[in-house]
């Protein structure tokens, strides 16, 4: 591991655990310097999410709580002769909702988009072309 005085943070991806990461800092911890690197050109990964209340308490909740677009008080599953339905509030978000979020909260220099990361090292990010970070 390097050692040294740091910089800030540096996250390579913009899917959701990246992006969540993200959001996380810049709401908790304004100062602290950061970029998000993403090879798309948006954040928040391709799939559709699901998320239990229970799974998130305190400020983890507050922080996924705007991306939520639709929630349920319980859902039902079905396996062949066995119905149940469970009361377990349930919510969902669009990767969109990920990628409006990132950028209403950071500033432009805080990320980039279409940029692909071809190697992570212990103090650094190596991009495409050979830049540096």
């Known amino acids: 591991m390097a050692r040294g005085r740091r910089e800030g943070i540096l996250i390579a991806g913009g899917g959701l655990a990246g992006s969540l990461a ?14 998000i690197v993403e090879e798309g ?10 998320l239990f209340r229970s799974e998130l308490e305190g400020e983890a909740r507050a922080l996924a709580a705007p991306l939520v677009e639709q929630a349920w008080p319980g859902f039902y599953v079905s ?34 988009l279409g ?19």
Do not use: S
């Open 115 to 133: 940029t692909k990361v071809v190697a992570v090292r212990d103090d650094a990010l190596v991009l495409d072309g050979g830049e540096t970070i």
């Open 79 to 112: 396996f062949p002769g066995f119905t149940r339905k469970l009361k377990a509030e349930i919510g969902a978000f669009a990767p969109d909702a990920v990628h409006q979020a990132m950028l209403r909260t950071l500033r432009p220099e805080q990320y980039r």
């Open 22 to 35: 993200a959001l996380a800092m810049a709401k908790l911890r304004p100062e602290v310097p950061l970029l």
């Open 41 to 50: 050109e948006r954040f928040g990964g391709e799939a559709f999410r699901y």
